[in-house]
């Protein structure tokens, strides 16, 4: 396992992920008091909003406020995450507290584009340009590639490694037009379909065919092979992860109900931690803030780490 | 990943695990239910009851009545647990319908078993060899040396690979005294301390050692690391596996109320049929099974494929 890295990037998506979701809309302050947690956990890269129609996510109606009333620390990245033009106008708005990162990210399943955004793989790539343009036009750097449903699509079914090579080559042309190199190629699980062989060979295929770039994975837990995959990821050398405290979010698709959403933050900086892999995050107080989580949606989470508790106390005890 | 076996042995554990820690007892007609009900999934191992006392244990005081009541199918063991003379023979009445195999098991941690059963490491070896001279004399077989709490234990903090290797040979020491051959060596995650590079340690120093035995994992998920753990057994070899169905059980430690039990027997399953091992069983027909134990108990539990379902139905209906 020499491969597995020293260290690892963390970008936290549970207030975006983990409040989308929820039937009753979570009130703004507990919003901002979740996200005012998370930054002083260690944390660099919090995603803490969406900028969606309120019409179809009540659930981020107050995405304004909640930019303007958190807490912003120096050297912590806090991001949006927004769907089209009019999202992305919104969040420019905010350029001074919030940190915009384009991204030309290629659907691999074009049963699924043509199913969910009425659109086939050319005219995919047609928006990712226009959206390339207005990222460039607007001076904001495009910093990834992004293949989604890389690991298979429930219309889909199987997606093939020459296909994920083919939208991150297709993901890189279109940055390159606008004279943009991004530094990373992010692979996201989106209906859960990744188990470790298929993760090790997407990653050994990318970072053969990319050897400089940074790899990116984005891990859901629907089937609860989320852990598994992050292990082989990380027997793969990759050091960059999305999660999501407590393991917030759900699964968006149908079908799905009870079913959990990200891969959790704690269990994935447990896991690190016992390994000898740093995270920057300090896990207790990660834990205590999966907690506050808990009270704040007032139900149970998926987390595993924060019901079952870590192992220091014990070695501790047992030293004494 | 060369070293992934093509098929794996299942014991489910989920009815002796999941009934024992309920708090009202389950009807013994349910029992039987999902007893019978496994029995229809293509598992050949279910061990299925505790004979332990009744007033410490009062999920089992109808161990009899459960195993007089399930039906028998001629190609499954189905085996009881005991844990001490008085148990086991409660277990030999039943020796036509059950299977019982001895086992000698030493615990890894000598603080644990001091605290929990007022026992040293030497004191202990001569319970074995009790125990071992018992099931001798009652014809027995000696199947497998085990060890408890081999990844780490509360009191003890780490466990070295040296002492399992230590216990390992104690085990097999004493099951020769009666001229018995164990094929088989059980590593249990007792308390939950192992990790994927543990478990790879562990499992690569017995392998070393004992070539020609069959390496079994007994896993729990109360961190959540526990598919990761079976996935880093696959990759080591490890072809013989615990699970519960539904992730059933819980920890009965101390501190730990709300997590999760053992390895959940579906979410293994569909590890296994995704990565094309072969585990004899019908992954359709287990979720129905697991999704009855959620009836039979009243309350959701911790499985994840149960809730998130299989690939399958995505692949047949993306292939029309």
Redesign the interface.
């Known amino acids: 396992?020499s491969d597995?890295p020293k260290k690892i990037m963390i970008c936290e998506e549970g207030p975006r992920e983990g409040f989308q979701i929820e039937k009753v809309p979570v009130a703004t302050d507990k919003k901002i008091k979740l996200i005012d947690a998370l930054s002083e956990t260690g944390l660099k890269h919090i995603q803490i909003i969406s900028f969606v129609n309120p019409k179809r996510v009540p659930g981020w109606a107050d995405a304004d406020e909640v930019t303007k009333g958190f807490k912003k620390y120096a050297d912590i990245d806090y991001s949006p995450l927004w769907l089209n033009p009019k999202g992305f106008e919104r969040a420019l708005q905010y350029k001074k507290k919030l940190t915009l990162n384009g991204k030309v990210a290629i659907g691999a399943s074009e049963?699924f584009l043509i199913r969910n955004q009425n659109t086939d793989l050319e005219q995919n790539l047609q928006r990712q340009r226009d959206s390339a343009r207005m990222y460039n036009d607007n001076g904001v750097p495009i910093k990834s590639v992004g293949v989604n449903s890389a690991f298979?699509?429930?219309?889909?079914?199987?997606i093939p490694v020459s296909r994920i090579l083919e939208a991150v080559a297709q993901g890189f042309a279109i940055a390159e037009e606008f004279g943009e190199k991004p530094h990373q190629v992010r692979l996201s699980d989106t209906m859960?379909?990744a188990?470790?062989?298929r993760i090790?060979r997407a990653v050994g295929a990318v970072r053969e065919r990319y050897p400089d770039k940074q790899i990116h994975l984005h891990l859901h837990?629907?089937?609860?092979?989320a852990?598994?995959n992050?292990?082989?990821g990380l027997e793969m050398g990759v050091d960059s992860y999305d999660s999501a405290v407590a393991g917030l979010g759900g699964?968006p698709f149908a079908?799905?109900?009870?079913?959990?959403g990200n891969i959790?933050t704690e269990?994935l900086v447990?896991?690190c931690a016992?390994?000898g892999i740093d995270t920057g995050i300090d896990l207790d107080q990660l834990i205590e803030t999966a907690q506050l989580a808990e009270r704040i949606l007032g139900r149970?989470l998926p987390?595993?780490?924060m019901?079952?508790?870590?192992?220091d106390r014990?070695?501790k005890?047992?030293?004494e």
């Open positions: 396992m597995l049963k298979g699509c429930n219309y889909q079914g199987e859960a379909w188990t470790p062989d090790k837990d629907t089937r609860g092979m852990i598994a992050a292990m082989a699964c079908g799905h109900a009870g079913a959990a959790c269990d447990f896991l016992e390994m149970s987390g595993s780490v019901h079952g508790g870590t192992l014990f070695r005890a047992a030293a």
